[in-house]
Antibody, heavy 121, light 111 residues
Framework: QVQLVQSGAEVKKPGASVKVSCKAS????????IHWVRQAPGQGLEWMGW????????KYSQKLQGRVTITWDTSASTAYMELSSLRSEDTAMYYC??????????????WGQGTLVTVSS | QSVLTQPPSASGTPGQRVTISCSGS????????VYWYQQFPGTAPKLLIY???QRPSGVPDRFSGSKSGTSASLAISGLRSEDEADYYC????????????FGGGTKLTVV
């Protein structure tokens, strides 16, 4: 079955960078986009960006543009989300999710289990 | 401040019908599909409704989605205790707010 498995929890200091991985299985990796969504403690969902399988195009939220980079390694069927210049407000659960269509949409299924990133001095 | 507006909370008793609203604008809800996600504490969100009204396989038909103009709704009939969760609407947005926007989420309590 289609599955996304994310890397483990991270603790980072302010100003550092973090790179979270999302390994896909059960489907042809490059056929669908992967999105990244984060959720601060007790807060709602915030879309961060996507990487599109067909043309390896990326799109980021305006809020995070310049600090977030999404890449993938097709040979490893793994997507990565790197967030730089971390601040305390970046403390959140980070999720990857597969798009169900062959062009980016809001149809996210399934989701990874989440990776907790804590930013603390 | 979320682009899509949801009530922060909703409640109902077992067996009751509850609706959760999602208010947007022309650039998102009115002109694009609306999706609904269900999230239990400590777990990842799960797709509940796609393309306004469609249920993925495995989602009970007690859950239904609708849309009219700039508003969408999620209805849960025959409410059960296991429906207690957070619910989020999401949509594509054609404006600078986008391209993907979420509602702030609604915490459903079954009393």
């Amino acid at each position: 079955q289609v599955q996304l498995v994310q890397s483990g929890a991270e603790v980072k200091k302010p100003g550092a960078s973090v790179k979270v991985s999302c390994k896909a299985s059960g489907y042809i990796f490059t056929n669908y986009a992967i999105h990244w969504v984060r959720q601060a403690p007790g807060q709602g969902l915030e879309w961060m960006g996507w990487i599109n399988g067909g043309n390896v195009n990326t799109k980021y939220s305006q809020k995070l543009q310049g600090r977030v980079t999404i890449t993938w390694d097709t040979s490893a069927s793994t997507a990565y989300m790197e967030l730089s210049s971390l601040r305390s407000e970046d403390t959140a659960m980070y999720y990857c999710a597969r798009d169900r269509t062959d062009t980016p949409s809001v149809w996210f299924d399934p989701w990874g289990q989440g990776t907790l990133v804590t930013v603390s001095s | 401040q979320s682009v899509l507006t949801q009530p922060p909370s909703a409640s109902g008793t077992p067996g009751q019908r509850v609706t959760i609203s999602c208010s947007g604008s022309r650039s998102n809800v009115e002109t694009n599909y609306v999706y609904w996600y269900q999230q239990f504490p400590g777990t990842a969100p799960k797709l509940l409704i796609y393309r306004n009204t469609q249920r993925p396989s495995g989602v009970p038909d007690r859950f239904s989605g609708s849309k009219s103009g700039t508003s969408a709704s999620l209805a849960i009939s025959g409410l059960r205790s296991e429906d207690e969760a957070d619910y989020y609407c999401a949509a594509w947005d054609d404006s600078l707010s986008g391209p993907v926007v979420f509602g702030g989420g609604t915490k459903l309590t079954v009393v």
